[in-house]
Each structure stands twice: as structure tokens, then as C-alpha cells.
């Protein structure tokens, strides 16, 4: 696992807090130039000041040697101060998966409370986004606000993509609540091909890759933006994926540091936007779709999940969400509505079992209007 091993050194020292400022040692930037080599062994440097507890050092090397594959830590502990910077506001780490600051930027001391103002963060560069052409079209599924079947939606149309002949991988960016590994009913540990690649996990005929594959279940990501960004760069470039027609990103709700990340991190050919009818939900993924649009991303269109419960006796359709806020928002966009997804028991079901309702029941009307919006998207995106 010599290829994850960065991201689960970055998820044991993220558990390590520096009390004085209320942040983790990653948040507070106190980590740099970690490195590993293929035979486990792993080096970093740590800045602390004589304000910091005595025990941090220890805690942080003890962290990385409890981690599996890891056969050797050295620990560089350096004065904060004499590395140019406050007590626990170093510059950002330099891994070469992350962005480096840029020169001149003075790093300034963090308040207290853990959260430092605007004008005091030392601002992270852009990087250029990279073509990865074996990734084939990179797709966003992305949502304003949580709770709307965002995931459900994901995983059900990467494994329709895939039944109707499409090379097809699904890429968990949501860092904080990753649900694919349960919804596709795989969660094995990471491996490594011979050309140090990590090797995705396949369920249904998809590739996986989640961070839920490198941390506990009940593990916390208490990331900020740089961090983020690393994972998603690596599992962007140190993913042996193949040659694929569409890599699906299941992102996190909101327009957070996953979103931007990706954008940054590679040409996204357009985003889909899942909502359901009520209008605050439209409302939220108002937003969210504005923001692709801010950032040249092209919004494809809009599903909305949930839009009636059909009665299994009468066959009558109760719209206990409300009606239209898909529709609306589609219009507001300037975009067409890809979808509508009956509210349908048996999909909640099967996200909790593993078996996307696309195999469980492809007859439904919830996986028939699944694969007929999957239809629509591969026809947008023709093979070439």
C-alpha cells in the first residue's frame, strides 16, 4: 500500500492536536517534506515553539508508526521560529502532490479560537489544471445541500453507464461523508500494482476509489482545503484506472474545497446537479450549480431524485416533496431537466445492502428512469 501510505500518514497526523491553537498539527501547518520510500520507511519534519505541549512530537511519530505497511519514522523537530514562521503557521507542505506557497508570503500567527481571518491566510496558489485522457470524460455530480440521494444518484448511473457498454469509474470526493464503498457494497484496503499505481476496487463493473477505503469508518476527516487537495490529486494520478469512457466524481454537498479542488486539478467536461422538488432544495443547488458555472465548468443538467412515491396498489403518484423545483431550476439554468427519480423504497434499500436498485430491480420505474438518464448522458458524450 506504499502509494496510500501518504494519505493515511496525513489522516494519523490529522488526529494529533495542537491545543495552544485548537487546530490539528495539519491545519495548524505545522508538518512539512514528508516523505516515504517503497520499503515503508517515512521522514517529516515538525515545527513546534516552546508555547507547544512537550508531547506532540511523540504523539505525531507514534501515530505514523502504528500505521500498517510503515517499518521505520524519523522525526525532524525543528524551531518554528527559526524556520521562519510563528509557532505552528509554517508554510504549506511540500509534497509534491500538494501546491507550494508562494514566495513572500509571511505566514502570520493564528488566533486562538482556530480560525484565522481572511486577510491573515496565506493564500494557496492555483495550480493548472492537467488533461488525464485515459480518465476519458470526467463528469461532477454535485449537489447544493446534503440529504437529496446525491450519492444514490451516482452510484446507480455509473453502474447503468456501465451495463449499456461503457468503461466506467466512480471517484468518492466527498471526504467528510464518503458512502460509496457501503452503496456499492465493497471496502477492502487499497492495493498497489507493481508500478507503485494504487489499484481501484471494482463492484458491478465499476472502478472504485474512496477515501472510506484508507481510513476507519468512524474516523473523522478534519481536513482543510490543501489537504483535500492532495487526496484528490492522488486519486486522480496514482489510480491505475485503465482506459476509461466516463469517471464519475461523487462530491461532497455545498461549494466547498472539493468542488474547487477538482477544478483545479483537472478538466471537468461538465457537472450534473441532483436536487429534489422542493424549492428549498432547488434554492441550495441554485448555488452550487453557479458555482461550475464561475469556474468554466459546463452544467449538463439537472436531476431531480425523489420526485413522487407511487402507490403499489393504485399506482396514484403522491408528490410528498412538492413538484417543479427540479423543472425551475433547470429553466433558471438554461439547461434541460436529464431525469426524474420516483421516491422509491427499495433504492434506499439497496444503497444500505450494496446492490444499486440498477441490479437489484432493473425493472423499476426509479431504475428505468436511472438508466434512461444515464442514456442521455452517454449520448451527450458519444464515444470517440
Known amino acids: 500500500m506504499t502509494d496510500s501510505l501518504p494519505i493515511r500518514i496525513d489522516a ?27 520499503d515503508g520507511k517515512v521522514r517529516f519534519s515538525i515545527f513546534v515553539s516552546a508555547a507547544d505541549d512537550a508531547t506532540i512530537v511523540r504523539d505525531a511519530r507514534q501515530a505514523v508508526e502504528q500505521l500498517s505497511g510503515v517499518t521505520e ?32 508570503n ?44 446525491k450519492s444514490t444518484v451516482a452510484t446507480n448511473l455509473a453502474v447503468a ?3 449499456q457498454g461503457s468503461r466506467v469509474g466512480l ?16 471496502n477492502s484496503p487499497l492495493q498497489v500494482d507493481p508500478g507503485g499505481k494504487i489499484i ?29 487537495m492532495k487526496v484528490i490529486n492522488q486519486f486522480l494520478r496514482d ?32 457537472a450534473v446537479i441532483v436536487t429534489t422538488p422542493q424549492k428549498v432544495a432547488a434554492g441550495d443547488a441554485l448555488r452550487g450549480a453557479k458555482m461550475f458555472q464561475r469556474v468554466d465548468v459546463p452544467v449538463i443538467g439537472v436531476i431531480e431524485n425523489m420526485s413522487w412515491l407511487e402507490c403499489p396498489d393504485c399506482g396514484k403518484q403522491s408528490r410528498i416533496f412538492g413538484s417543479g423545483g427540479g423543472e425551475a431550476l433547470a429553466t433558471e439554468l438554461g439547461v434541460p431537466l436529464l431525469g426524474q427519480i ?29 438508466i434512461r438518464t444515464a442514456g442521455t448522458l452517454s449520448a451527450a458524450y458519444a464515444k470517440t
Open 106 to 149: 509571511k505566514p502570520r500567527a493564528l488566533p486562538v479560537m482556530g480560525q484565522e481571518p481572511q486577510s491573515q491566510r496565506a493564500p494557496v496558489p492555483a495550480q493548472t489544471p492537467v488533461t488525464y485522457p485515459n480518465l476519458g470524460t470526467v463528469i461532477a455530480i454535485s449537489s447544493g445541500k446534503g440529504g437529496v440521494g
Open 73 to 104: 519514522v524519523r522525526v525532524d523537530v525543528k524551531d518554528a521560529a527559526q524556520g521562519g514562521a510563528e509557532a505552528g503557521v509554517s508554510a504549506a507542505p511540500t509534497n509534491d502532490a500538494l501546491p507550494k506557497p508562494r514566495s513572500g
Open 342 to 370: 420516483p421516491l422509491y423504497p427499495q433504492v434506499l434499500e439497496g444503497g444500505d445492502s450494496g446492490i444499486p436498485i440498477v441490479v437489484g430491480e432493473p425493472g423499476s420505474a426509479a431504475s428505468v428512469a436511472l
Open 200 to 228: 481501484p476496487l471494482e463492484a458491478h463493473g465499476i472502478k472504485l476509489v474512496s477515501i472510506g477505503f484508507l481510513i476507519e469508518r468512524d474516523q473523522p476527516a478534519i481536513w482543510r482545503g490543501p489537504i483535500i
Open 161 to 163: 453507464l456501465a451495463k
Open 12 to 38: 494519523a497526523l490529522a488526529r494529533i492536536r495542537n491545543n495552544r491553537l485548537g487546530l490539528n498539527i495539519l491545519e495548524a501547518e505545522m508538518v512539512r517534506d514528508i516523505a516515504t520510500t517503497v
Open 171 to 186: 471517484l468518492d470526493a466527498d471526504i467528510y461523508g464518503p458512502n460509496i464503498p457501503r452503496m456499492m457494497g465493497v
Open 239 to 270: 489510480v491505475a484506472w485503465g482506459q476509461l469512457d466516463f469517471l464519475l466524481v461523487d462530491l461532497p454537498p455545498g461549494t466547498g474545497d472539493a468542488q474547487l479542488s477538482l477544478v483545479q486539478a483537472t478538466f471537468v467536461s461538465g
